[in-house]
Structure formats: C-alpha cells, structure tokens
C-alpha cells in the first residue's frame, strides 16, 4: 500500500518560509505527479502544485510567486516551500499523488496542519 | 480558473436514504470530474473518478455521472459510515480546483 507522510514545523512565524517534507513509501517516485493540497480550518481543499519526477512543476497561479516545489528521488522525499506566510497560510497541508498533471489524486498523506502565528 | 459549485451544501438525511449530490461548472469540462470522501480529521479519498468509474476498493453503492457541466455524485443505500463532507474536482485544466464540498449530516 502507498504511504505518504508529511512532516514539518507546526508553527511558522508570520513573514516566514514555510517548509514542508513529504516522505513516499512502498512506490517508485517515479512516473507519477506529486501534489500539495492545503485546507484552512473548516474549508475547502486549494491545490498548491505538483512536480513530476523529472522535476518539471506546476503551480497554482494564485500562489505561484510564493511557491517552489522540489523532488528528491534518492530519499523518494518531495518538498514544499512557501514564502512570506500569513495567517491567510494556516491549513492543513496534504501531498498526494496523481498519475498525470490533471488527473485524480488516488493517493493521500494524513496530512499536518501549519500554524501562522507570532 | 475553473469554478466548481457544489449543491447542497449540506444534507440531512437517514440510513437507508438514496442521496444525490451535484456539482456543476460554467464551462465544459468533459468527464474530467473526480468525487472525493472526506471524515473529519482525515485525508479525502477518492470514490469516483472521470465523472463514473468507480475507484478500486470503493462500495458499489457511490456512482457517478454527468458530463460537461452537470455532474452528480449517487449514494443509492445511506450507510453509517456514509455520513462525512463529499468534495468534486476538475482535471480538466490547471489549476486543478475542487467545490466548495457538501457535508451529509444524519
């Protein structure tokens, strides 16, 4: 079974980069789209972006100037950044795979939630 | 961006009860539409995708179907489990965007 895991501080200080890992276990990270997905408290699911194995990425044009999404394929590790956060920032972020750019997301981490906060 | 609209935005209904859940975008998005579960304190997970296919695993009791702008998600016998917030998404172009979700309430 798939298994991905995301870790990262809980807590970023507002103005600062927010650095999440995303681990992928029993799967070659290869061949497939990894995405970041976030959910502020109590609502709707907003894509960040994905990168595919190759290391092209695509990213959510309202976030894009803010974003860079990386890929490590020796520790099958996939990378979110996210500069200048606000409050606006706090969510629930979740990795999850695709098997295309625009496909479905058949897979899920737990997901973890970042806190913007002072 | 492609907007998705979900209706209702939320639903009472009982165990036993047949639910249709329907999501609706401005412009054609062929059958790229994905239906997703969603517990509270968990990941989504994905129960139909391309408007009708079933994903593996998933009770035969959740279908899907539409096409271009009018999509509905069928849940035909409510099970207790059943109850949780149901999220559509489009994959017909970035970015990727989902509805605002529908949450089903005993």
């Known amino acids: 079974q798939v298994q991905l895991q995301e870790s990262g501080p809980g807590l970023v200080k507002p103005s600062e980069t927010l650095s999440l890992t995303c681990t992928v276990s029993r799967v070659s990270i290869s061949s497939y789209y990894w995405s970041w997905i976030r959910q502020p408290p109590g609502k709707g699911l907003e894509w960040i972006g994905y990168?595919?194995?190759?290391?092209?990425?695509n990213y959510n044009p309202s976030l894009k100037s803010r974003v860079t999404i990386s890929l490590d394929t020796s520790k099958s590790q996939i990378s979110l950044k996210l500069s200048s956060v606000t409050a606006a920032d706090t969510a629930v972020y979740y990795c999850?795979?695709?098997?295309?750019?625009?496909?479905?997301?058949?897979?899920w981490g737990q997901g973890t939630l970042v806190t913007v906060s002072s | 961006d492609i907007q998705m609209t979900q209706s209702p935005s939320s639903l009472s209904a009982s165990v036993g009860d047949r639910v249709i859940i329907t999501c609706r975008t401005r412009?054609?998005?062929?059958?790229?539409l994905n239906w997703y579960q969603q517990k509270p304190g968990k990941a989504p997970k994905l129960l139909i995708y391309?408007?009708?296919s079933l994903q593996s695993g998933v009770p035969s009791r959740f279908s899907g179907s539409g096409s271009g702008t009018d999509f509905t998600l069928t849940i035909s016998s409510l099970q207790p489990e059943d109850f949780a917030t149901y999220y559509c998404?489009?994959?017909?172009?970035?970015?990727?965007?989902f509805g605002q979700g529908t949450k089903l309430e005993i």
């Open positions: 999850a795979r695709s098997d295309s750019g625009l496909g479905n997301f058949d897979y």
């Open positions: 998404q489009q994959s017909y172009s970035t970015p990727n965007t």
């Open positions: 412009q054609s998005i062929s059958t790229y």
């Open positions: 990168i595919y194995y190759s290391g092209s990425a």
């Open positions: 391309g408007a009708s």
